[in-house]
């Protein structure tokens, strides 16, 4: 700055002293002006461009987590840290209101500590070293906001470098610029040169903290996804064999349960009746399944709860029994479970056991049932597992086990025939008859298990022959 420059603004600068512009009403004056055209501007942009909405939001979807805006992360994430503190982090209101409270009265109070009167930032070393590191904490704080304080294997180390970065050391080095200040009255450089550390390190823990960040989880695959009617009928009917057929039984007509272990005997209203399906509106029915009725005996089947089901996966369920039992709806045309038998034709394992089994049978009889350990999900298990593996399914023999149970013939304890071993199957109703007669076929038949294998062993029925006249 040269002379001549200095001097010019000093004569401007009395100038304007001796024209005297006041503070009020002329600087307020200059500020509403300004305000008014913001407030404008911002009337107009909402008017005409207005902000992107987000998805509407579904009041039962329970998996929803709120999160601030992003100019809160910093303090979203502060409060995470400080939740981590062993003692004090149980005591909230001290993250939650006072410490925002003193940094906001701190610097509503900082006119009035530091009177130092220079604008030169040389001379403004504290106010300006505080800010810096501040600054630098609610960057870093935004940026760290999305990366977990515990990791999946349960690991604390995200979280301590987290608070090291975000709490300690800025921490630390505010109160060594104040004792610096105030209390040594060290010189400005030492005072600079602790902030400039100060940042770095701050920087370098975090930047540790994003390399170990684990990768963001894949949004859960759904295991089936089904886009028309038809599909999704069918999805929800596979769902529904799996997970209900158990106690309502296939066609949801179970009236009491039987052969589920903790419920035997107990008397509930058939699912598929107008008693349920007039009065439960679809998004009751979601909640049901969802939640269960635990109380009755019906676990939740919806993840928020701890189930295994989706929402699109309960919601196919939810198609399948309306489209399935509810008059009201009309049912699309399905493909047959299975193909109709001719005469002398063999059913397979692939074509036809499969489907049956799975739709009336696996619900019990698969892992992690306690009360039978006869599994049924694979051609292996159905020949080779079981308390009774021996008589259950034997080549040519109708009096196989399987093939009594499910005609209404229940097998006695040989030890004890007064008593029941194994009860008619599925123990909650009949089969119909011509799904009997496939298990009839395939086992008195050899138990072949691709369609080649059954039709090898097709008899062709003997051809009727006319007589000629
Ligand atoms: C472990 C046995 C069990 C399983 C598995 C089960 N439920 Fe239930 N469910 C019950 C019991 C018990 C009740 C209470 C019945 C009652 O109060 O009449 C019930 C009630 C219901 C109701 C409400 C009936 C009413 O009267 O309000 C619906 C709907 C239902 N279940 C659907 C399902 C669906 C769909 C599945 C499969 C995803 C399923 N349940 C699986 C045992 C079970
Ligand atoms: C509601 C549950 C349930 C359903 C559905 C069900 N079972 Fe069972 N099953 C059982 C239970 C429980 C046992 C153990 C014996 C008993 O309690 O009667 C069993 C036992 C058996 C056994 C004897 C296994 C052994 O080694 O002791 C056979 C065979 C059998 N079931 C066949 C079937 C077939 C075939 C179907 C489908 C058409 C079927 N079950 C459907 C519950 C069920």
Redesign the pocket.
Known sequence: MNDETKKKINERYERELNRGERFWPDSIFKDLIVSLGIFILLIVLATFIGVAPEAKADPSDTTYIPRPEWYFLFLFKFLALYGQIPLLGKIEWIATVLVPGIAIGVLTLLPFIEKNPNRYYGKRVLPISIMAIMVVGIVLLTLMSDVPTVSADGSQLLGILQAIAGLAIPGIALILLFLMSFVFKSSTRLMVWTTVLTAVLMVLVSGTVFALKPAPAEPAAETVVATTLTDQILAGQDLYSVNC???H??DGSVAV?????GLEGKEITPINSRDVLYTITDSAMYEVIAYGRPNEGMTPFGKAYGGELSKSEIDYIVTFMRYMWDDRFEPPQLKPLFPRLAAGEVPSYDVHIQP??KR??????RAG?T????L?TSYDEILT?????A???IAGDPN???LQ??QGT??PDPKDPGK????T????HA?KPD?VDV?VRWIMNGMPQTAADAAALYTAPTPVVTPTP
Do not use: A, Q, R, W
Request: proline share 6%; aromatic share 8%.
């Open positions: 057929t158990e106690c039984g296939d349960i039987k052969g589920v272990e049956i089994v009336y049978c696996i619900s019990c009889h049932k009360n039978d350990n006869y049924m597992t079981g308390d009774n593996k008589n259950n399914i196989s086990y399987l149970v499910i229940p097998i029941i071993m194994i009860n199957m599925p123990p909650n089969l799904i298990f």
